[in-house]
């Protein structure tokens, strides 16, 4: 069992994604410019980021930041967890894709500290929130059939009241054409 949850997972996530949206707004040197992504762009040997500071592409990348956090809280406060079984998976193959190529490419653009950093932050949140995504849909499922098989019992026990058992035989009959009419699509 995971420590915690996916939707605190992606509740941090977006948080810290709002903190620094706000400070490459306010104070880009902050994010730039920070212990841990010097440290960690030192030990990968890549280039470290300048910052120049009447520069306005970070108030740029602070409003698209803005931007993807609202579309992820949309469908976080809807309880969209779909969304994020199939949105986490994409993120983790592109992001992936893009730490490998700013660690190992040469066109500086992409393959610098900051845009490194980023994605390695991206890629470590988006492989636990992943695996607890995972994990809480097995469980989900788990618990279904273990209420579907309870209440076949119940059935087959007749235990069962009469609209119980009208609802449930109901329930089979739906269950029955739909797999009879996918057989010809």
């Known amino acids: 069992m995971a420590l915690f949850s996916s939707r605190t997972l992606i509740t941090a996530r977006l948080l810290i994604l709002a903190y620094?949206?706000?400070?490459?707004?306010v104070s880009p040197r902050t994010v730039?410019?920070?212990s841990g992504v010097l440290v960690l762009a030192?030990?990968?040997?890549?280039?470290?980021?300048?910052?120049?500071?009447?520069?306005?592409?970070?108030?740029?990348?602070?409003?698209i930041i803005y931007s993807?956090?609202?579309?992820?809280?949309a469908s976080l406060l809807d309880g969209n967890i779909l969304y994020f079984e199939s949105v986490v998976f994409l993120r983790l193959l592109v992001f992936f894709v893009l730490t490998?190529?700013?660690?190992?490419?040469?066109?500086?653009?992409?393959?610098?500290?900051?845009?490194?950093?980023?994605?390695?932050?991206e890629l470590w949140?988006?492989?636990?929130?992943?695996?607890?995504l995972k994990e809480e849909k097995y469980a989900?499922?788990?618990?279904?059939?273990?209420?579907?098989?309870?209440?076949?019992?119940?059935?087959e026990r007749n235990e069962m009241t009469e609209e119980e058992k009208t609802e449930f035989e109901e329930k089979l009959k739906k269950e029955e054409y739909s797999k009879i009419m996918s057989e010809f699509d």
């Not at 989900?140 to 059935?155: G, I, P």
Request: charged fraction near 15%.
């Open 125 to 132: 949140f988006g492989i636990l929130t992943f695996s607890t």
């Open 140 to 155: 989900r499922v788990k618990k279904q059939l273990e209420r579907e098989n309870e209440v076949k019992e119940k059935y």
């Open 20 to 25: 620094i949206g706000y400070q490459l707004m």
């Open 100 to 121: 490998a190529y700013s660690y190992l490419g040469t066109w500086i653009v992409l393959c610098n500290s900051v845009v490194f950093a980023y994605c390695f932050f």
């Open 68 to 73: 993807m956090i609202v579309s992820d809280v």
């Open 32 to 34: 730039i410019e920070y």
């Open 42 to 63: 030192s030990s990968m040997n890549l280039p470290l980021l300048m910052v120049n500071d009447k520069s306005p592409i970070y108030g740029t990348i602070g409003v």
